[in-house]
């Protein structure tokens, strides 16, 4: 029998000190008395593809992402001078890897006979209007909905899960 060993570590944070956790790191915290808090999230270049996993994990899990991976590497790649190299590197690989799978996505839709399509600017609905009816996912670069089954939609990765209508009735957002 194997058993797995964690470390627990307990810290008091105290006005003006800061508290990192690294990716796949559990925590949770409690407060002492009158609080006024404040998070900030921040990652470093070599975290996005941890993030990029994590939203894959939630997937499986069918968990609410508590952001889309996809939106964000979007939204850091329009604004490249405001990145440093190794930071802008990272952004790079990551939108190629997201590119790669999109394509191959995409092709299954055609596949499928799926050749409709619409532009939706997912950034501005709330997130969730834009989750995945199957596994929760926040989708920002496309989802497949259905003229007849307006109430949902799902990323690229359950197009056979979103109703029993026709292929011809389904389309690309």
Not at 120 to 127: C, G, I, S, V
Not at 158 to 168: F, G, T
Request: net charge neutral.
């Amino acid at each position: 029998m194997a058993f797995l060993v964690l470390q627990v570590v307990r810290t008091n944070q105290c006005a003006g000190e800061f508290v990192i956790t690294f990716p796949r790191a559990y925590h949770s915290g409690f407060n002492q008395g009158y609080n006024f808090a404040e998070a900030v999230n921040f990652c470093t270049a070599d975290w996005l593809p941890a993030g990029r996993q994590c939203i894959e994990h939630y997937r499986r899990l069918r968990r609410y992402c508590v952001f889309s991976h996809e939106e964000l590497i979007c939204k850091m790649a329009a604004c490249p001078e405001k990145l440093d190299l190794n930071l802008a590197a990272a952004v790079h690989k990551e939108m190629f890897i997201m590119v790669q799978e999109e394509r191959r996505l995409r092709k299954a839709l055609l596949e499928k006979g799926i050749t409709e399509a619409e532009r939706e600017a997912f950034e501005l609905l709330p997130d969730d209007e834009r989750q995945c009816i199957k596994c929760k996912t926040t989708c920002f670069l496309s989802a497949l909905a259905c003229y007849d089954c307006p109430d949902g939609l799902v990323c690229l990765s359950h197009i056979n899960d979103l109703c029993k209508c026709s292929s011809s009735r389904q389309y690309l957002r």
